[in-house]
């Protein structure tokens, strides 16, 4: 389902889509960010996919249009390799709160946070390989 209007919100940090059918949903920039459909966060298979780590502060620094079936943010962490498509944004906004709550609980059981880790030398930690 293609939405009628895609809004960023710089300030509140959430992506708001917009449906013909009256539905609108608001998307946090941290929850695109951990769910990005990217192989580096998802892998090239079941069981590959690389738990995102410390993505509570991210923003989009711009949202730019693929073609007419997909937007490909640029994440603030550097990470714009992901392709949006509307099929799987929609996919996103009817399952937010079970995939935000599968992702937590995957957060809980790695004993990792939302929250950014600093190292003993005091560079920030990067989860996608970046640095």
């Not at 895609?6 to 960010?33: C, D, I, T, W």
């Not at 007419?68 to 709160?97: T, V």
Request: hydrophobic content about 30%.
């Amino acid at each position: 389902m293609i939405p009628t209007n895609v809004v960023m919100h710089q300030q509140s940090k959430v992506l708001e889509l917009s449906y013909e059918n009256g539905n609108a949903y608001r998307l946090p920039f941290e929850f695109l960010r951990v769910l990005s459909p990217s192989a580096e966060v998802r892998g090239h298979g079941p069981g590959q996919e690389t738990l995102q780590t410390g993505k509570r502060d991210v923003g989009i620094n711009e949202l730019e249009p693929v073609g007419h079936y997909a937007i490909r943010p640029m994440f603030s962490d550097g990470h714009d390799s992901g392709l949006f498509s509307w099929e799987y944004l929609y996919f996103l906004c009817e399952n937010q709160d079970a995939l935000w709550n599968d992702y937590l609980d995957k957060l809980k059981q790695a004993g990792a946070s939302r929250d950014i880790a600093t190292t003993q030398t005091g560079h920030e930690g990067h989860s996608c390989g970046n640095k």
